[in-house]
Structure formats: structure tokens, C-alpha cells
């Protein structure tokens, strides 16, 4: 199931990645000199992917603890 969960974070930020990219070239901006606001988009998306991945293998092992403590 984990490795299910690392999947759809993974799909969500290469999609993210691709909206960006579009949002990105329906305003005009230059591929490798993004305005501020594509700037903060990046940013807000790389975060919620660097907490997203972690959180789901840390879902994983707290419970399995609780299954090992509990039974």
C-alpha cells in the first residue's frame, strides 16, 4: 500500500510540474526565467511533495507499530 501512496505523490507533482509548465507558457514566460509568481508555484509544489513522501512512509511504520503493539 506504501508503495502505492509514493506513486500517486510522485504522479501529483509530475503533474504539477507539467500544469505549472503550462500555466507558465499561457502567460508567456520564458522556460529558464520564470517571473516570481511561477517562482512561489515551484516552490509550494516542491514542498508539498518533500512533506507528502516522507508522511506516507512515516503513515506506514506508525502502524506498524500500533499493529505490533497491539497484538
Not at 6 to 29: D, E, K, M, N, S
Not at 48 to 64: C, D, E
Request: overall charge positive; charged content about 10%; aromatic content about 8%.
Amino acid at each position: 500500500m506504501t508503495r502505492t501512496w509514493l506513486v500517486v505523490v510522485g504522479a501529483a507533482g509530475y503533474a504539477g510540474v507539467t500544469g505549472i509548465l503550462v500555466w507558465q507558457a499561457q502567460r508567456a514566460q520564458p522556460l529558464f526565467g520564470p517571473d516570481t509568481r511561477t517562482l512561489t508555484a515551484v516552490a509550494l509544489l516542491a514542498g508539498a511533495v518533500l512533506v507528502s513522501a516522507p508522511a506516507v512512509v512515516w503513515a506506514r511504520t506508525a502502524r506498524q507499530v500500533m499493529e505490533e503493539t497491539f497484538q
